[in-house]
């Protein structure tokens, strides 16, 4: 069933009509292999924040397949730093996307997986303490946690000096999550390409203009240029467009 604004497809392959959710869902899918896929909004001019949060680009439509993808995937990739400053809430699902994953053989909630190198986090933040699923934290070695965040998740040390991701993606996916969502932040974003492990980018293109300030969805050390092939263009009736492009 179609909500809220309409969304058609504009390329590929046009739709006749708007799209409900299944199909969708269908454009976006679940590779056949380990996949991490990475979800960003930013206004027309790059930017990625309006007054410090990404909520104020998001609008609808971009709500409504933030919530398809969080349906698709096995485990929900957040930095401890959007964690906090986005005041992430327990990652839950509708009846109707919960059902939906136990018709695929998914379990019916993504699990949280939070990258923090200094496990400066807090147990009670309903992100863990109302989680449905225990949470992941990918950490260091040496790291010292908060007096109650071991009760809450699993820790993960993957590295000395910093967070290993390419040796955490390894362990997330030894637990069956195979199939990867990362919400940013912008560090996230930037390491994770540093390390070659993007393997597609969906990318909301809100139809405002922010002015100087913002920074990028990407952030951090300097990476070499990789082709990102598009793969299809959605347009909601408001101007928003969603963009998925995809390794081959």
């Known amino acids: 069933m179609s909500i809220g604004t309409p969304i058609s497809a504009l390329w590929p392959e046009p739709s006749a009509g708007p799209l409900d959710d299944a199909a969708i869902a269908a ?17 027309v001019d790059g930017a990625v924040a309006v007054d410090g949060y990404s909520a104020g680009l998001s609008g609808e439509p971009d709500k409504r397949v933030f919530g398809l993808l969080r349906m698709l995937c096995d485990g929900l990739l957040v930095a401890a730093g959007t964690l906090r400053h986005e005041g992430y809430r327990a990652v839950r699902l509708d009846e109707r996307r919960r059902a ?10 993504p ?13 009670g933040q309903k992100a863990f303490a109302d989680a449905p699923v225990r949470p992941i934290v990918l950490t260091r070695a040496g790291a010292t946690a908060p007096p109650g965040l071991a009760d ?18 390894t362990e997330l996916r030894r637990r069956g999550l195979d199939q990867l969502l990362c919400e940013g932040g912008p560090h996230l974003f930037g ?38 092939p598009l793969r299809h263009v959605l347009a909601a009736a408001d101007g928003t467009l969603m963009l998925r492009y995809c390794r081959a």
């Open 27 to 43: 454009r976006y899918g679940r590779a056949d292999h380990p996949h991490l896929r990475v979800n960003f909004v930013s206004s």
């Open 100 to 109: 939906w994953r136990r018709e695929h053989g998914l379990a019916e909630y």
């Open 111 to 123: 699990t949280l997986v939070v990258v923090s190198g200094s496990l400066d986090l807090d147990p």
């Open 152 to 169: 809450v998740a699993d820790l993960v040390p993957c590295g000395d000096e910093r967070v290993d991701l390419v040796a955490g993606l």
């Open 191 to 228: 390491a994770l390409t540093a390390a070659d492990l993007v393997d597609e980018v969906c990318l909301t293109v809100a139809p405002l203009l922010a002015g100087p300030g913002p920074g990028r969805i990407t952030a951090g050390e300097a990476s070499p240029v990789r082709h990102l």
